[in-house]
């Protein structure tokens, strides 16, 4: 079983579209994150959420919003995109502060 | 800003050691040094870790020098699945915000 799984795996939508891409961890961690990693290779973590607090929220746009139904799951919902969001957008979750799994990553490409 | 530096590439013979540096001046005395690697169209994957004292498990060997300003990560015996960018990284271990700020990293090309 995937530990940590993202949907889709690539996503390509228009300027001005809201899109959301999902994850969710099997592994019982408190804490899940979401990197974007831009077209210089650099990752840059956007959010994390520990037992359903928001934790970290770095200058992020907020078109960008994160949701929690519980500790599995952490969404990433993105309203209005723009070019400069195209991107690939990675999850992962920890339970303690050593290791971090990350999943698959989700390719973002705004035309 | 990444609190490291480190090459941009590196080159590897399969089947020898890789040596990886990491220079971390600025190292405050409860930072941790970790490495990550990804490979090639996947998600970061979690290698090692450590404070002070030299580290070893099944993926690699950390070396951090006596002055904890500079680091060394070791492949012993490495093959072509190695070919990846690996990051160094400091950070306190007991950050409530589990931040890990992220540098370029070093691309390792295992050649045959």
């Known amino acids: 079983d995937t530990a940590v799984s993202q949907t889709p795996k690539y996503l390509v939508t228009q300027m001005g579209n809201d899109k959301s891409i999902k994850c969710e961890q099997n592994?019982?961690?408190?804490?899940m994150y979401w990197y974007k990693q831009d077209s210089k290779k650099f990752l840059k973590i956007m959010f994390s959420y520990n037992n359903k607090e928001l934790i970290i929220n770095e200058t992020v746009p907020n078109r960008f919003s994160p949701k929690s139904p519980d500790k599995a799951h952490l969404n990433l919902h993105i309203n209005s995109l723009e070019l400069g969001d195209s991107a690939v957008y990675f999850c992962?979750?920890?339970?303690?502060?050593?290791?971090?799994?990350f999943g698959p990553g989700t390719r973002l490409t705004v035309l | 800003d990444a609190k490291t530096t480190q090459p941009p590439s590196m080159d590897c013979a399969e089947g020898r050691a890789a040596n990886l540096p990491c220079n971390h001046s600025?190292?405050?005395?409860?930072?941790?040094v970790y490495w990550y690697r990804q490979i090639h169209s996947q998600g970061p994957q979690y290698i090692i870790h450590?404070?002070?004292?030299?580290e070893t498990n099944e993926m690699a060997s950390l070396i951090i020098t006596e002055d904890r300003k500079s680091s060394t990560l070791i492949l012993p015996h490495a093959t072509l699945r190695d070919t990846a960018v690996y990051y160094c990284?400091?950070?306190?271990?007991?950050?409530?915000?589990?931040?890990?700020?992220w540098g370029a990293g070093t691309k390792l090309i295992i050649k045959p």
């Open positions: 990284i400091v950070r306190a271990e007991f950050d409530s915000n589990y931040q890990l700020i």
């Open positions: 450590g404070l002070k004292n030299n």
């Open positions: 600025t190292i405050s005395g409860n930072e941790y």
């Open positions: 592994l019982g961690h408190d804490t």
């Open positions: 992962a979750s920890s339970q303690t502060s050593v290791e971090q799994f």
